[in-house]
């Protein structure tokens, strides 16, 4: 089984964000990270499970995903992503992540485990310590579904 303890942290909610993920199976470990100019927490918290998931060689993988985010687990473990899916994802922040996760999700045998974040868990704070690095980063990509989101309702304004 592979363990994957994931992390999302933003410099202002919305800012500059990153993830970080931190993937165990036996003795071999994978850190992921990347950051971007303009994102939000909730958005790093996600992408994190989503990237995570497609760095899996195999469909069908059995894995377990370790996150502080209660925005994440809860909306599998409970369900609630499911249901935003039947009613199109209406008046949902983050769509295109969500249809994102569902796809990948999917493809494996996933269980979500909710941590308590900053806290002693090594993996989780290895995760938060690479989020905020890779959010601190000079060559930030652009998170186009956050910021054609933010366009398209800014537009709503005018």
Not at 70 to 97: G, I
């Given at each position: ?29 994978k ?24 760095t ?81 980063g ?21």
């Amino acid at each position: 089984m592979i363990k994957i303890y994931t992390d999302g942290a933003s410099r202002g909610n919305p800012g500059p964000g990153g993830y970080g993920v931190v993937m165990l199976y036996g003795d071999l470990r994978k850190e992921l990270s990347e950051g971007f100019r303009l994102t939000t927490n909730n958005r790093m918290e996600l992408l994190s499970v989503i990237v995570a998931l497609e760095t899996l060689k195999k469909e069908g993988t059995v894995a377990t995903v370790y996150s502080d985010s209660k925005y994440v687990v809860d909306a599998v473990e409970q369900k609630w992503v499911f249901t935003w899916e039947k009613k199109y994802f209406k008046d949902k922040k983050n769509e295109d992540l969500w249809k994102r996760f569902l796809r990948i999700y999917r493809k494996h045998i996933i269980k979500f485990v909710w941590v308590k974040g900053h806290a002693s868990n090594k993996e989780n704070n290895r995760c938060d310590e690479l989020a905020v690095a890779a959010a601190m980063g000079t060559d930030l990509k652009i998170d186009y579904g956050y910021e054609e989101e933010k366009n398209k309702a800014d537009s709503k304004l005018l």
